[in-house]
């Protein structure tokens, strides 16, 4: 683990730092993993039993380009091996299904400038993974605002090419690159690119990346048609999870990186 000292470290209920603050590194070597929902860090915690005493010193950033490069700052200099985006993303080809996994070769922000990713480590975790695992390469879309209709997808996939988008990548990606540290983005698809995400989710998320319950009845009171889209998000959110579960397990604590 990376050497960390935090005087005053905020921490999610889930018991990972939300950032840490003062990080000092007192040895190299272990991955940094940014994880920005709760949701997709709790694979990172189911694996440390298949992981034993070697593990990536994860961080929960919360949401948004911002939050990610503040936590992917912090983990450059405590002496991180290399940078990894890992959660969820939206499909932006219409192709792809919730689960499925994503090494983009390239992130895409929102000024449009390309952010390559480690080809040999992304072989590496496609050799560790296969054929378990069926992988999708092609951009990663990194934007500051929520695509969250079928028709801002739709638009984004026409105008950039990307095969899906996140949030957080793009900001990991210049933090690697400006530290020379390799970085990868691992993806699994959530919402589908005719999927519309639920207005009364979105208003209920919090900047940790939590869904507040009371938050969320509220919302679903003023939406009531919105309740059944809740049961196809759940199933999607399943298959996600099983995806990243799997990807930890078979790329191990360095995710395939060699060296």
């Excluded at 298949?50 to 950033?61: K, T």
């Excluded at 993974?129 to 209709?149: E, F, Q």
């Excluded at 397990?249 to 395939?256: A, I, K, T, Y």
């Amino acid at each position: 683990m990376l050497g960390t000292r935090q005087r005053s470290a905020k921490r999610h209920p889930t018991g990972l730092p939300l950032v840490p603050l003062d990080v000092t590194a007192h040895h190299r070597g272990a991955l940094g993993v940014i994880a920005a929902l709760p949701g997709e860090a709790r694979s990172l915690r189911k694996s440390n039993a298949y992981w034993g005493g070697s593990r990536p010193e994860v961080v929960l950033s919360g949401v948004g380009p911002r939050a990610a490069g503040r936590a992917a700052e912090k983990l450059a200099w405590a002496g991180a091996a290399g940078l990894v985006s890992f959660g969820y993303a939206g499909a932006l080809n219409p192709a792809l299904k919730s689960g499925t996994l994503i090494l983009p070769d390239e992130i895409i922000d929102a000024e449009g400038n390309r952010h390559a990713t480690d080809r040999d480590w992304l072989r590496g975790l496609g050799a560790a993974i296969a054929p378990n695992v069926p992988v999708i390469t092609g951009p990663l879309l990194s934007v500051k605002r929520m695509l969250a209709s079928a028709e801002d997808k739709r638009a984004a996939h026409v105008e950039t090419g990307a095969v899906a988008v996140d949030m957080e990548s793009a900001a990991i990606a210049v933090v690697a690159a400006r530290h020379g540290l390799p970085f990868i983005a691992v993806r699994a698809v959530l919402d589908e690119a005719a999927q519309t995400l639920p207005s009364a989710v979105l208003a209920s998320v919090d900047e940790t990346g939590s869904v507040g319950l009371g938050r969320l009845m509220l919302a679903l009171l003023a939406r009531r048609r919105e309740i059944a889209t809740l049961i196809p998000l759940a199933r999607a959110a399943r298959a996600s999870n099983q995806t990243l579960l799997m990807v930890c397990r078979l790329g191990g604590p360095r995710f395939g990186l060699v060296g």
